[in-house]
């Protein structure tokens, strides 16, 4: 470590530790301190600035309450993991990369023809008007067949509560707006989905982390917070989640819906793949529970149509209907309507239901494939938190090593994988990594499994020594 880059000239213009602060944010943001590196120990600091060690601390403190260190006991401070951006955007286009990262699905299940014959159908069939704004809730013709579509499942809403939204993030971020003001808390799962994390911090929200169990989220410490804290919202994946896999039990399911009521607080429910039942014993929506009108719906129809038509869509609670309207149409004003009326012929004029139950049975054998022999090559290896469909296997390191190494490590290998940090909050001895099926035939996610496994050794000896903690250096 060189301790000389650390050493700043103070001005009398602005607090000693707000320049410290200001002079190691600049180094991570810049690149001179790599993620995981360790920061000078306090008192070697203070020496070094010629301060108080109490302006270091302060400094120190205010660095890891805005995300950019992070405090390990009995370690000493480190460059957070997210000051280093997950970016795997050079490999591309390159296929001999195993992309076990990527969430979007393959090409193979995309009805493309008969999608072209209906965005047709919409230029021939209407005027003018698909070029034009819609009202900002979305088309009625869609609504309507997104209504019947959602009945299946038990969501048995009218179309006057629906609104048509461009992808799910931006269902999370048009709800972000209406309802959460300025250091509101939100309740979120721990690990949860990364683009929530940042939407609802970019709104300013006190984000309070529940910890998941196999059955969903922890109720027990969940009854705990509410009874210190009050949220105005709770963010939920509750079938297949992202990034564990992990759906919530009936009873689970029931008694969120009665705590919601009881404290007074909204749940925002992200489903982006219940259609489906895989091997779970149920894949009821929370919403089809909501006896309360608590659950604010959100359905993406990414993983099971295709993820660039960027089209969702949100049952909202009557009473908070004009605040989402609002918040939309400052947003995009509305959804593409050539979009919305393509998809409108797609479903009411083609064989939607062969399709869904097309796509399931693709799902569900890949899943299944791909459980065994995940658990088969690595689960005498590592801990895999245990689930019953979906797309996402969340697996855990030994402790002491870090997913940020050894997904930058797998890149190497040609394997691309996504570290579990970026599904946490508060950065904790984060060593999860997920590996998504999505995109990758069944033989090359073995392929890959295979790699993974034969490269867990060479990993952990090579990383040895960062996992121990050199008593030398503790504060």
């Known amino acids: 470590m060189d301790i000389e880059i650390y050493r700043l000239e103070f001005n009398g213009k602005e607090c000693k530790y707000l320049q410290v602060y200001n002079k190691i944010k600049s180094m991570i943001v810049d690149g001179k301190l790599s993620s995981n590196e360790k920061l000078p120990p306090i008192r070697i600091l203070s020496k070094l600035l010629n301060v108080n060690s109490v302006t270091v ?31 795997v955007r050079h490999i591309e286009d390159d296929e001999e990369f195993y992309r076990l990262d990527s969430g979007n699905p393959s090409p193979d299940i995309f009805p493309i ?30 609504k309507e067949v997104l209504r019947k579509y959602l009945s299946n499942f038990h969501v048995n809403t009218s179309t006057e509560n629906l609104m048509v939204i461009s992808g799910a993030q931006q269902g999370i971020d048009i709800v972000s707006k209406a309802m959460i003001d300025y250091s509101d808390i939100v309740f979120i799962e721990e690990p949860t989905y990364a683009g929530a994390i940042d939407v609802l911090k970019s709104r300013g929200a006190k984000l309070v982390t529940v910890p998941m169990l196999e059955d969903g989220i922890d109720i027990g410490i969940l009854k705990m ?10 963010y939920l994946m509750p079938n297949f989640q992202n990034p564990t896999g992990i759906s ?99 479903m009411d004029k083609f064989n939607w239901k062969n399709h869904i139950i097309n796509v399931e049975k693709i799902y569900t054998q890949k899943y299944v494939e791909c459980y065994k022999y995940i658990h088969k090559k690595l689960g005498s290896r590592l801990n895999i938190i245990d689930n019953k469909g979906g797309i996402n296997f969340f697996l855990e390191l030994s402790r002491g090593y870090f997913s940020n190494d050894f997904t930058k490590f797998m890149l190497e290998k040609k394997v691309a994988l996504q570290p579990g940090s970026m599904y946490f909050d508060n950065e904790i001895d984060d060593r999860f990594f997920r590996i998504n099926i999505a995109r990758e035939s069944v033989e090359r996610i073995k392929e890959a499994v295979d790699i ?11 990383n040895s020594n960062l996992s121990k903690i050199d008593n030398s250096e503790l504060q």
């Open 57 to 87: 601390v302060r400094a120190y403190e205010l660095l890891e309450s805005d995300g950019y260190v992070i405090k390990r006991v009995g370690s000493g401070t480190f460059v957070s993991l997210k000051t280093e951006k997950y970016d």
């Open 113 to 142: 023809e008969d999608f072209k014959k209906a965005v047709n159908m919409a230029l021939e069939n209407d005027d003018a008007s698909i070029f034009n704004y819609d009202d900002g809730h979305g088309i009625s013709e869609l």
């Open 225 to 234: 917070k509410l009874e210190k804290l009050r949220p105005k919202l709770m």
């Open 248 to 346: 919530y039990s009936e009873n689970k399911k029931k008694k969120l819906i009665e705590m919601a009521e009881e404290y007074g607080f909204y749940i925002l429910e992200d489903d982006f793949i219940s259609d489906f039942r895989f091997l779970s014993e149920n894949n009821r929506t929370l919403k089809s529970y909501d006896k309360y009108n608590r659950v604010i719906y959100i359905k993406s129809f990414s993983k099971i149509l295709m993820p660039g038509l960027r089209v969702g869509v949100m049952d909202i609670p009557t009473e908070l209907i004009n605040r989402v309207l609002i918040s939309k149409y400052s947003s995009d004003i509305s959804t593409s309507t050539l979009i919305q009326k393509s998809l409108y012929y797609y």
């Open 452 to 462: 993974i496994a034969d490269s867990l050794d060479e990993f952990y000896q090579k």
